[in-house]
């Protein structure tokens, strides 16, 4: 699949750089719902070899709304950004769409682990990668980074909202009834309801959305096969 980045910048900066790239980039976010249909979502997540050295990304690609896998890809580069709280995709996104170029069906829906909106510049993995790609993307974090919220009901599919600096910038969502929370926030081309409801139907059984688990298990295991 031929993947087109729309907006270009250096990865080789320095973090002072990286947040003024985050702080240009930010109004390009749209929290507005992408209409074309969702028939394949997709889950990205990365993990770490050599000590750190090595970033492996793994992109798995399910049918909606039956979540059977129709296709998976890894990649694996060199990292070249220290690891700094609140700049994670600059170590990420270059293997991210290493692995993305590497499939044959192009996703309508991108499920990133990690923070869209919800972020200290609004700015996270999710919304850098939508914006990059003007792909639809959305951001799911397993823990809270910014922001607070109502205390949150313990039935499966409640939600409340994650507000910060007087605007909401996510939500905290229940995908499993008593269990933890996870953090919803929109990354690109999507409504944070819209978000919502993709990222609850991606997760029948478990805390995690199966895009997320799964992508998790390739980009962790250091010894499986790449494609």
Excluded: N
Aim: hydrophobic share 45%; glycine share 8%.
């Amino acid at each position: 699949m031929r993947v087109t980045v729309r907006v270009r910048h250096g990865w080789r900066v320095t973090p002072k750089q990286a947040i003024g790239i985050q702080q240009q980039l930010r109004s390009r976010v749209r929290a507005v719902d992408e209409r074309a249909p969702v028939r394949y979502v997709a889950g990205v997540d990365v993990g770490f070899e050599d000590g750190g050295t090595v970033a492996r990304a793994a992109v798995v690609v399910l049918a909606w709304p039956s979540l059977v896998e129709v296709e998976h890809a890894i990649a694996r580069r060199p990292v070249a950004f220290p690891y700094v709280p609140g700049l994670l995709s600059f170590r990420e996104i270059p293997v991210v769409l290493a692995a993305l170029r590497r499939l044959h069906l192009r996703p309508d829906l991108v499920l990133c682990d990690g923070q869209g909106y919800a972020h200290p510049r609004r700015f996270g993995i999710a919304c850098h990668l939508g914006v990059l790609l003007d792909w639809p993307t959305v951001g799911v974090a397993k823990s809270l980074l910014v922001g607070t919220h109502a205390p949150l009901p313990v039935a499966r599919g409640r939600w409340r909202a994650l507000r910060a600096d007087g605007e909401i910038i996510g939500a905290a969502l229940r995908t499993r009834t008593g269990v933890r929370p996870v953090y919803v926030s929109v990354g690109h081309r999507v409504s944070l309801r819209t978000a919502l409801r993709f990222v609850l139907g991606c997760a029948p059984r478990y805390r995690l959305p199966e895009t997320t688990r799964a992508a998790h298990f390739l980009a962790s295991i250091a010894d499986r096969p790449l494609r």
